[in-house]
């Protein structure tokens, strides 16, 4: 990832969506030339010069302090997700001090799998920054059936997912809201591994392929998933309504376990119940299945 030119296109789009009434400056008369703040207004409200914050906004991050981050992160009101994000563009900008980042674990340990397992009642699984999904357990597996049920030797992928796959507009009612959440998700882990070279592939991969995906990145949007309600239609469970929670799996950097859930009472939970009983039916024609293929024929 070209990270100059990502944290000069950051720049420019979070200045260029708040007006001088949202930074609390005086209405100017007349008609203006940007939409947002000029880039003397926005150096005036952090406290620096327009040559310090233009040098800035052109990707050049060398000898910025936290100090003037911060004020760049208040004058812009940049929630945490985006606070985080300039900062870590603007550490990546700095080659000198870009440390080396062991590659993120595409396996999730046993005992990981052995959590997922003991959630029998919610769909749970682990994917990480890539949005690749790593592991589940057999409600997780039921829900995302689609998604696993590939012939692709690639990981199951929410992102190639969303945007590649027809089948992606009738699973998600509010697709559109997905997908910018999806590519937000991406923006966001790009700018913490922008030297991960399978995300930097996935990211070329669907700006080539899916206009909406290149569209949605260039717009520099991010947030974290961390908690969050999601509408999706199944094949066999109808319409849910689910809320995730996200918690990062701590020992494995870039894993987070998604589980999610339906309100008390309501037709998402019944639908839910219905699944797994449907998932648990389907386990034990597999397991029946398997003994038959490894059965050994009598001799006559």
Request: net charge neutral; no cysteine.
């Amino acid at each position: 990832m070209d990270t100059r030119n990502a944290l000069r296109e950051f720049l420019i789009t979070r200045r260029g969506r708040i007006t001088p009434q949202q930074a609390g400056l005086a209405q100017y008369g007349g008609r203006r030339r940007v939409p947002g703040l000029r880039r003397d207004e926005l150096a005036n409200l952090a406290g620096v010069s327009v040559e310090y914050y233009t040098k800035l906004e052109r990707g050049n991050a060398h000898g910025v302090s936290d100090e003037v981050l911060e004020a760049l992160s208040r004058a812009l009101k940049l929630d945490d997700a985006e606070r985080a994000h300039l900062f870590d563009l603007a550490r990546a900008s700095r080659p000198a001090s870009r440390a080396a980042k062991r590659p993120a674990r595409d396996q999730v340990r046993p005992s990981v799998q052995r959590l997922l397992d003991s959630m029998t009642e919610v769909p749970a699984i682990v994917q990480n920054g890539r949005l690749d999904l790593l592991a589940s357990n057999r409600l997780g597996r039921a829900l995302f059936s689609d998604l696993i049920d590939t012939s692709s030797a690639k990981l199951p992928n929410f992102a190639r997912y969303t945007f590649l796959d027809a089948r992606a507009v009738e699973r998600y009612p509010d697709w559109r809201q997905v997908s910018g959440e999806i590519v937000a998700l991406l923006q966001a882990e790009a700018g913490r591994s922008p030297d991960d070279q399978q995300l930097n592939q996935l990211v070329g991969e669907l700006t080539t392929r899916s206009p909406e995906f290149g569209a949605l990145w260039a717009s520099r949007n991010v947030r974290w998933h961390t908690t969050g309600t999601k509408r999706m239609h199944h094949e066999v469970a109808g319409e849910l309504t689910l809320a995730y929670e996200g918690l990062a799996l701590t020992a494995d950097p870039g894993q987070t376990l998604m589980a999610f859930t339906a309100e008390p009472g309501s037709a998402s939970q019944q639908g839910l119940s219905f699944l797994t009983s449907w998932a648990a039916a389907a386990t034990q024609v597999d397991e029946v299945l398997k003994q038959s293929d490894h059965a050994t024929p009598e001799s006559g």
